[in-house]
């Protein structure tokens, strides 16, 4: 009885091999240094000399930088396939992390930003190797695995960062942590080149000559690829453009470099609520152990009862989460308020990750999935503006209160007029 159970349970967990657990471990210790990075990096740039205001900037400006880059990259991924892009742009955004590393002021943050953002074209290809390398029945958990190393690791790399802010101070334990950073980026990079396998079987060979003809057909090609999805993906994607646009007025928008992760919420828990910067750091540490042990009951929830019902329970949490965030009566309520987010966010993007995997054929997946984040990040731009002018000008409640209604609203949306496909692709 107890061999048939496990076997059912290897069986379930079989897909962990191949490229996905290179993509799960390359993921993993690079994030360690990036979670080191992102535990303070509001306060970092706060502290170069931004404002608040200035963050936005610097999240809106990376984030049309990175919109745009996607095209290519979606398109790249889908001609020249999935590997080389990969390993060799994941060198470059990497090395970004010494400019970070080594800022005299916020100027240098802004052109780091954009360096990385244009770094990232390899995005669209790795998030395309990733769905054609999971079984359709598994997506949920699979993408759940691949973001439950990260956060392990995280914790650590969340620890070292307090403790390196708390004995050397803000700016220069920051330093320190960015070069770590870089450093975990380009032993990723190495070992996604060494162990990552092609998964496009027929594509052509890169030539110089050859970036020409994308600049004339790359558009035309992801207007074409668009054309052809399913009308429902359409509307999944028009809910998640209005959970961006929400997530932006915080800063915490995926597409926004450095100024992402926390967002908002670090500079308003010291600046508003008054916890010093060891009090947020625990509060990053234990929110990630309590997101560790959420990941896999997520992928499992959002393959059990589905991805609509899973989008519409995380968008109510994320909701309900900058409520208690802004109206905080403790240290413990300000813990459970940002724990919440932080799990919304991650069963969020799984819901929707296996959702437009299911809905999107793999031939045409790269130049989808850059078309859909250009449309995300447009718009996700002028929110991160507006975000840091209202919680710099006006008053810092209103953007966490625009997200908390705005992803209400989503909700009710998801609701009412998303449909779960009834075959899913491969």
């Not at 993921?27 to 360690?32: D, K, L, P």
């Amino acid at each position: 009885m107890h061999e048939g159970k496990s076997h059912g349970f290897l069986r379930r967990f079989s897909f962990i091999r191949g490229n996905v657990l290179v993509v799960a471990v390359t993921v993993g210790f690079w994030s360690f240094g990036m979670r080191m990075t992102q535990s303070y990096a509001s306060l970092y740039i706060l502290a170069l000399g931004a404002s608040p205001f200035i963050l936005g900037i610097i999240s809106a400006v990376s984030t049309f930088v990175l919109a745009f880059i996607r095209i290519p990259g979606g398109y790249i991924a889908d001609r020249w396939g999935r590997k080389r892009v990969i390993y060799s742009l994941t060198f470059f955004v990497a090395l970004t992390y010494f400019i970070y590393a080594f800022a005299i002021d916020w100027t240098w943050i802004l052109v780091a930003a954009i360096l990385s953002s244009l770094s990232l074209l390899y995005q669209p290809a790795l998030q395309a190797i990733v769905a054609d390398s999971l079984p359709p029945e598994s997506r949920g958990i699979g993408y759940s695995i691949i973001r439950l190393l990260p956060v392990i690791v995280g914790i650590p790399g969340s620890i070292i960062a307090l403790i390196l802010v708390k004995n050397m101070g803000l700016v220069p334990g920051m330093r320190i942590a960015y070069v770590i950073a870089a450093v975990m980026g380009i032993m990723a990079a190495l070992f996604r080149w060494l162990f990552l396998k092609e998964t496009l079987t027929r594509h052509d060979d890169f030539k110089a000559n050859d970036v020409g003809e994308i600049s004339k057909e790359v558009f035309s090609k992801l207007f074409e690829a668009m054309k052809k999805v399913r009308k429902d993906f359409l509307k999944l994607l028009f809910i998640y453009c209005m959970f961006s646009f929400a997530a932006s007025f915080i800063l915490s928008g995926r597409g926004a470099g450095e100024v992402a992760g926390a967002g908002l919420w670090m500079v308003f828990a010291i600046d508003v609520l008054k916890l010093s910067e060891v009090d947020w750091g625990w509060i990053v540490t234990f929110a990630r152990i309590v997101t560790a042990f959420c990941i896999i009951p997520i992928g499992l929830l959002v393959d059990t009862i589905g991805r609509k019902k899973s989008l519409i329970i995380f968008l109510l949490l994320a909701s309900i989460s900058a409520y208690l965030f802004i109206y905080p009566p403790s240290f413990y309520m300000i813990f459970l308020a940002y724990s919440i987010y932080v799990i919304a966010q991650f069963g969020l993007m799984t819901a929707y990750q296996s959702m437009r995997a299911d809905l999107v054929p793999l031939e045409m997946r790269g130049r989808v999935i850059s078309g859909s984040a250009l449309i995300v990040s447009l718009v996700s731009v002028p929110a991160s503006i507006l975000g840091g002018y209202f919680y710099n000008y006006v008053d810092p409640r209103i953007p966490f209160t625009i997200f908390a209604i705005v992803t209400l609203i989503c909700a009710i949306i998801t609701a009412i007029s998303l449909r779960e496909p009834e075959t899913r692709e491969k």
